[in-house]
């Protein structure tokens, strides 16, 4: 403690503030010893409240007692003094290598009334008899800041209080509990509209560009929170959910009795809950680090600055959690919330340009916020924003961006080995998707699909049609190389199923892969499922993400069904004019499928431009059913296939893409056979009634 830089009273009252600030929030400083205001007051007194318990000194003040507000608070309670007891016990045998971890209350007890020999819970009204003796959680207390430090933060961080205004702050009995958050993931909050009567120093945010400017050891409060985060991920095996990180005295741990230091606190354990070792688990940390306060640095790249903290902050948590674990969700957790960032990106860019001047006023003057009606154009600018999906145009931005990426700029063609391989589009459900159940509208599932779809078809169609375009005539019927007309793709029809509603605002993916084709049609099915339920760990077009998913494999049956909210199967039809091409002929033209063995029975390959008969079979194929069946049965014939039959390394031989292709033609045969159904309109004389959209 020889090597602090010593305080005297006389120095804190007359220093800069900034001064005083920059070395006392150190943690390198000794100021003079003061006697805590709280421990001349009664025999508890109230020193804070959350959400769950509020907090009391006991006795002289060097205890306090968190009791529940509520009986609904005794079992959160109950938990957060078994997480308490956790982190203690994983802090206190943590290496020596981290020893820059935060501080941690001690925890002594969990108060339970005498009378309690029941598992029963008391009602509100016996809470608040038994909260002398009743429940609650004693731990020692953090001592608040030194009167000079809570001086010094209005002087320099508040400087349009005037000498009153501070005066009537500090004045306030629940300011003498002055703790100092970190907020190392927040810059740019202006203090200047705050009122001295709502200042509060209790829970003072000190944000991370008033600690650049202030000079403050970041570097240092960085190692801390990481080395404190990374402790309680892998020892003691809670999610970090809701903690806290103060600046507060440190009265009992400080070895030099003439004086007191200062030191990062960690507290507030009732949120934080114990997670699995799976992708669950991996999304309950980054619940937990996002839903927090902002302590920690963020991914962000609006500031070069905080780009810099963020580098720190994992460096930091890697080669603690390097000590603790050798799993590999550490890092998994970090490219997690990096990932969870990204998508955050517009909205921290926004929040950047809002603090740019000329850009307010810009804003300002375009909104005409001082203008008469300017309220409601904000209002209606909101309002568009939470509904972007539904505004004009913006399907066909959703649609053709997929489209042209694959066909113009995606550099790797669609392989062999990936024909049965889905692609993933990501969304949400915005509010003017909702029906009058505030959930996802069954008809706007739609606008999604066409969105997935046009990405998988990008890709499969990508190379056939501009082989078959280009006149590559190749193995095609007469007809098609005498029609003078383009190849295009067609969607022939849409169904879906759905399983359960998609709640306001939910993100969520849709997979869309290939079923299965026949003589005619190709068949696609999507799935929209809950957003994260499955992470991929190859992904073959971006290389980039390999290695960012989970482990361990989705559960097979029910768990896998439960995370779908909605299946669709589409049917598609590659046109040259009115003729339709195989898609056989299509695939082939895009190298995706292997030689057919000699003794395999072709699929027909004729163009037609025949229609399909309302409710009868389809050209060159006798029925769904049939076909099947009887390409089945030679599946299971010994001599259809050579037993030679030889697949490059990765890729899947013709019976094994036989197989898969009549499996989903078992399926979609079914949907095919809904075609019967135009047949069924009834154009009778008699109705029911004619209504229009607006009026009836």
């Known amino acids: 403690m020889s090597s602090n830089y010593r305080f005297t009273k006389e120095e804190c009252h007359t220093v800069h503030p900034d001064t005083l600030l920059r070395r006392m929030l150190s943690m390198t400083a000794v100021l003079p010893m003061t006697i805590v205001p709280t421990l001349q007051g009664p025999f508890e007194t109230q020193i804070g409240k959350g959400q769950c318990g509020t907090v009391y000194t006991l006795g002289i003040g ?68 038994l909260s002398d003796y009743g429940y609650g959680l004693v731990s020692r207390r953090i001592f608040p800041l030194h009167d000079f430090i809570a001086t010094a933060l209005l002087e320099s961080l508040v400087p349009t209080f005037s000498v009153r205004q501070r005066e009537t702050c500090l004045s ?86 003439d004086g007191q230091t200062i030191s990062v606190w960690l507290l507030d354990f009732n ?42 902050f994992l460096s930091k948590y890697l080669d603690a959690s390097a000590l603790l674990t050798d799993s590999k969700m550490p890092r998994q957790f970090i490219q997690a919330v990096e990932e969870e960032g990204g998508t955050l990106a517009i909205g921290t860019i926004g929040a950047a340009m809002a603090l740019i001047p000329s850009f307010r006023e810009a804003v300002t003057s375009y909104l005409g916020i001082s203008a008469p009606g300017g309220i409601w154009r904000i209002l209606a600018i909101f309002f568009a924003l939470l509904s972007i999906k539904s505004l004009p145009f913006v399907w066909h931005f959703r649609v053709f961006k997929n489209l042209i990426w694959q066909f113009k700029f995606q550099p790797i063609p669609l392989a062999k080995s990936h024909l049965f391989t889905p692609v993933i589009t990501t969304s949400h459900n915005s509010i003017s998707e909702c029906d009058y159940n505030f959930h996802k509208s069954n008809s706007t599932y739609f606008a999604d699909l066409d969105v997935s779809r046009a990405a998988f078809t990008g890709a499969l169609f990508k190379k056939s049609l501009a082989r078959l375009n280009s006149g590559d005539l190749t193995g095609l019927p007469e007809e098609a190389k005498t029609t003078k007309a383009s190849y295009y793709v067609a969607l022939g029809g849409v169904g879906c199923v759905f399983r359960k509603e998609i709640p306001p605002l939910a993100k969520f993916e849709v997979w869309t892969r290939l079923l299965s084709w026949d003589e005619k049609w190709i068949y696609l099915v999507s799935h929209i499922v809950k957003r994260g339920a499955k992470k991929p760990s190859n992904y073959f077009f ?102 030679k039959e030889d697949a490059k390394e990765g890729e899947m031989t013709w019976k094994e893409v036989e197989a898969k292709r009549l499996r989903g033609l078992e399926i979609a045969q079914h949907f095919d056979g809904l075609t019967a159904l135009h047949g069924e309109w009834n154009a009778d004389d008699n109705v029911l009634g004619e209504y229009g959209d607006f009026f009836w």
């Open 62 to 129: 060097e205890l306090v007692k968190k009791t529940p507000n509520s009986t609904s608070n005794i079992a959160e309670l109950r938990c957060e003094s078994q997480s308490h007891m956790n982190v203690l016990k994983a802090f206190y045998n943590a290496p020596e290598a981290l020893s820059s971890k935060a501080q941690v209350p001690r925890f002594y007890t969990f108060m339970s009334p005498p009378s309690s020999h029941t598992d029963d819970e008391p009602t509100d009204e016996r809470v608040d008899i």
């Open 172 to 257: 306030n009995p629940t300011n003498n509990n002055c703790l100092v958050r970190l907020y190392l993931g927040r810059r740019g909050v202006s203090r200047s509209k705050v009122w001295a009567e709502d200042m509060s120093l209790r829970n003072f945010p000190l944000h991370v560009d008033e600690m650049e400017r202030l000079c403050l050891p970041i570097p240092a409060y960085i190692t801390t929170m990481a080395q404190s985060l990374a402790l309680m991920h892998w020892k003691a095996g809670i999610d970090a959910n809701d903690v806290e990180f103060v600046l507060g005295d440190s009265i009992q741990n400080s070895t030099d009795r």
């Open 271 to 312: 949120q934080c809950r114990r997670f699995s070792h799976d992708q669950a688990g991996l999304k309950q940390l980054v619940d937990g680090f996002w839903w927090n306060e902002p302590y920690y640095p963020r991914p962000s790249f609006s500031n070069p600055q905080d780009r810099v903290w963020w580098d720190t």
């Open 542 to 643: 971006q290389s980039w993400r390999n290695g960012k998913g989970g482990k361990k494999p989705m559960k097979e049956g029910e768990d896998k069904i439960k995370s779908i909210y909605a299946t669709s199967i589409a049917k598609y039809v590659v046109k040259k004019g009115r003729l339709t091409i195989a898609p056989e002929i299509v695939l082939r033209r895009s190298d995706l499928l292997p030689e057919r063995p000699a003794n395999q029975p072709a699929i027909p390959t004729q163009v037609s431009d025949t229609p399909t008969p309302e409710g009868g079979e389809k050209p060159y194929m006798s029925s769904p059913e049939n076909l099947v069946a009887q390409v089945m049965g030679q599946l299971r014939s010994e001599n259809m296939f050579d037993k």
